[in-house]
């Protein structure tokens, strides 16, 4: 895995100079010491911090359930919309091939991102012809366009596979405790994966939510932690602008 990430500012110079980026660069090291000591506003949604060192516990978990749906089915349907399910595929397009099909031997496709009705019959033709599984990505199992689409693929594969069968091929990942899609993963018997409370949807990539999709797409979610790992460790407390590149891309886009 390559580490040399860095930032490349050649073409914003016709629009702000590099003293405006550092004079705003030296002044978020305050805002970074306010994220680390978790004062500030949003204080109760910053679990994303800690992530690559707390989901190391769960890889082994994830990977062995990535394996088992790739060994039950040649694609699966990752229902989710917003951060849920747009961190994994990010990845998944960035890795690899940006059109379904084109990555490996386990096709990854995306639905629950929008209420198209032509959008899901044509998925429908899709998966009707293919052995496939679900993931659902909720944290309450009730928002509206995630909902509709499970509850339509959820009716299909259970037409498709048998009830029994389909629970095989479901996974939640939901709330640890509450909510619609908790309530029903435990009365179905899905395998299930939890979406801490204190982090959002757009900063769940580093969770099951974003690494059990991308696992299923045959990428290594491990040397995808450690390099979060890195970074962190090139970030977090680093108050030194000049060579913080997250200070740096933050001040270029908020003066932009």
């Not at 980026?21 to 970074?32: D, E, F, V």
């Not at 978790?38 to 978990?61: A, H, K, N, R």
Request: with cysteine; net charge neutral.
């Amino acid at each position: 895995m390559k580490e040399n990430i860095c930032i490349d500012l050649k073409n914003v110079g016709g629009f702000i100079s590099q003293e405006e980026i550092l004079a705003l660069a030296k002044k978020s090291t305050l805002l970074l010491d306010t994220l680390n000591k978790g004062t500030g506003q949003g204080s109760d949604f910053l679990g994303w911090l800690s992530l690559p060192e707390d989901i190391v516990s769960q890889l082994d978990d994830i990977e062995k359930t990535a394996q088992q749906l790739r060994a039950l089915s040649d694609t699966t349907v990752v229902i989710g919309i917003g951060g849920s399910y747009l961190g994994s595929k990010a990845i998944i397009e960035a890795l690899g091939n940006s059109v379904p099909g084109n990555n490996n031997d386990h096709t990854i496709m995306f639905a629950g991102h929008n209420i198209c009705e032509d959008y899901l019959a044509e998925l429908l033709e899709v998966v009707d012809k293919k052995n496939y599984s679900i993931v659902v990505i909720s944290k309450s199992g009730t928002t509206t366009e995630p909902a509709i689409a499970f509850r339509v693929l959820k009716n299909h594969l259970e037409s498709k596979f048998g009830k029994a069968e389909a629970a095989r091929r479901i996974v939640a990942i939901t709330d640890e405790k509450k909510g619609a899609l908790r309530s029903m993963a435990t009365s179905n018997g899905y395998k299930t994966f939890v979406i801490p409370d204190n982090i959002g949807g757009r900063f769940s990539v580093l969770t099951p939510a974003g690494l059990l999709p991308v696992a299923l797409g045959g990428f290594n979610i491990r040397e995808i932690v450690d390099g979060a790992k890195k970074m962190e460790s090139i970030t977090r407390n680093n108050k030194d602008a000049v060579s913080n590149p997250a200070l740096i891309y933050a001040a270029t886009r908020n003066l932009l």
